[in-house]
């Protein structure tokens, strides 16, 4: 769902950089498992029109 990284200048100091560390902290939060997805279907026939109008255009 989102998450948030950040540097602690406590632990990112000069020393720890030039020794080739680094120090990342991160929240998150990972979302649920979907336990119930719905596909819902609706029927247009307007898209007839617009397939003759694309090859009309073509």
């Known amino acids: 769902l989102g998450f948030k990284c950040w540097l602690d ?31 819902r279907a609706h029927r247009n026939g307007k898209y007839y029109d617009d397939l003759i109008s694309s090859v009309k255009a073509a």
């Open 9 to 39: 200048p406590e632990l990112n100091t000069e020393a720890t950089l030039k020794a080739g560390k680094l120090y990342l902290d991160f929240d998150f939060e990972p979302p649920a498992p979907l336990e119930h997805l719905v596909f």
